[in-house]
Nanobody
Framework: QVQLVESGGGLVQAGGSLKLSCAASGRTFTAYYMGWFRQAPGKDREFVAVINWGGSSTDYADSVKGRFTISRDNAKNTVYLQMNSLKPEDTAVYYC???????????????WGQGTQVTVSS
């Protein structure tokens, strides 16, 4: 297991940008796929983005493609989510997740952060 702590959430106007960070504990960060998920009020948690160990492969939900960018800095044990052109429908609690498998990171990540609130005003 890896411990995850998100930061960077806040209130932003539509069209604005935010960058979320997720710091991971432990010395095996490079063994993990990392992902971002979000949960809006009254809705299920949904997949947002995923990145592989080295950062060479990424994937995104259709709703955020072209607007969000996931990246990682393995020297800092940190994964990021750069969010541009934000929309009110992006309002949610954003969670960082980690798993050792490409299947697990999407289906049932083994580690979760506590979440950070992102609110986009219209």
């Amino acid at each position: 297991q890896v411990q995850l702590v998100e930061s960077g959430g806040g209130l932003v106007q539509a069209g604005g940008s935010l960058k979320l960070s997720c710091a991971a504990s432990g010395r095996t960060f490079t063994a993990y796929y990392m992902g971002w998920f979000r949960q809006a009020p009254g809705k299920d948690r949904e997949f947002v983005a995923v990145i592989n160990w080295g950062g060479s492969s990424t994937d995104y939900a259709d709703s955020v493609k072209g607007r969000f960018t996931i990246s990682r800095d393995n020297a800092k044990n940190t994964v990021y989510l750069q969010m541009n052109s934000l929309k009110p429908e992006d309002t949610a609690v954003y969670y960082c997740a980690a798993d050792r498998s490409v299947v697990g990171i999407r289906a049932k990540p083994g580690s979760w952060g506590q979440g950070t609130q992102v609110t986009v005003s219209s």
